[in-house]
């Protein structure tokens, strides 16, 4: 059901806040930068009623519906206005991966990766190709690192881990096995376990020292769209850009692209 049909079918249930949620929403031209908190001070109530009103209309959440009402402005688009609509959802995943994160928690895991003695990245899939990009600016900086994206090799490396060793995985789901195997490995060979996810599933997160938690496209309400990695590469630029702070890695990353220039 579109936006607007939700709010027909449930007008008669709608508070007077409610009433202005829905008229401010209908107006809304920049809802993608939005997030609750904005809307909420544009509309003069507070983000509780904003999230009231989500399940009123039946949303799971503000994001699902932000979603919705994004997708619902660009049902009869042109090629240009596709190109709008894409920007957008990239606009949105951004915004609601930015609420998640705590500076703080960046700060201690790019403290964690500097000290480490070697840094094993894993994940399977397109959560493996992220654990490879990290892992090529990981060594550009002069860190022992290593990615692994093959469920057997991932279980045997891990297992050689060591305390003073740091393991970060990427799982968009939380629940893939070979991960969560290789997870365990790390976390009884004493190891810091950093988990990158969607979702907060215990059997993975109850292992890990640090869990950073990253918006999932699945509540952008559109199957034609299926970009599962702009969270993960939004993160892991702002934990690139912290790690660059330091002195020692940006000369040896610098070192290392001067020798590309040359040599490759």
């Not at 993608?32 to 009231?52: C, F, M, N, W, Y």
């Not at 009884?188 to 496209?217: F, Q, S, Y």
């Amino acid at each position: 059901m579109d936006f607007e049909n939700r709010l027909q079918k449930h007008r008669a249930e709608f508070t007077e806040n409610d009433r202005k949620i829905a008229e401010h929403l209908l107006n809304e031209k920049n809802i993608a930068q939005k997030s609750i908190t904005d809307l909420a001070e544009g509309i003069d109530v507070s983000p509780s009623s904003i999230t009231r009103f989500c399940k009123k209309i039946r949303f799971e959440s503000f994001q699902q519906m932000k979603y919705a009402l994004l997708a619902a402005r660009s049902e009869k688009r042109t090629n240009d206005e596709e190109v709008e609509q894409i920007a957008n959802y990239y606009m949105s995943i951004i915004s609601s991966t930015q609420q998640f994160l705590d500076p703080k928690q960046t700060e201690r895991i790019a403290a964690n990766l500097i000290d480490a003695d070697r840094v094993l990245f894993c994940g399977i899939g397109n959560s493996g190709l992220i654990a490879e990009e990290f892992n090529s600016r990981i060594e550009r900086m002069g860190i022992d690192s290593t990615a692994v994206t093959d469920a057997h090799a991932m279980v045997m490396k891990s297992t050689l881990l060591r305390k003073e060793d740091v393991f970060m995985c990427f799982s968009y789901t939380g629940k893939t096995q070979s991960v969560l195997d290789a997870t365990r490995q790390a976390k009884d060979c004493g190891a810091k376990v950093i988990v990158i996810t969607t979702n907060t599933a215990e059997e993975l997160t109850a292992l890990a020292d640090e869990v950073v938690l990253i918006a999932n496209h699945v509540f952008v309400d559109d199957l034609k769209f299926i970009n599962t990695q702009i969270s993960s590469l939004f993160y892991l630029d702002v934990l690139t850009y912290r790690l660059l702070e330091n002195e020692r890695l940006m000369e040896q990353r610098n070192k290392t692209l001067d020798a590309l220039k040359r040599f490759g």
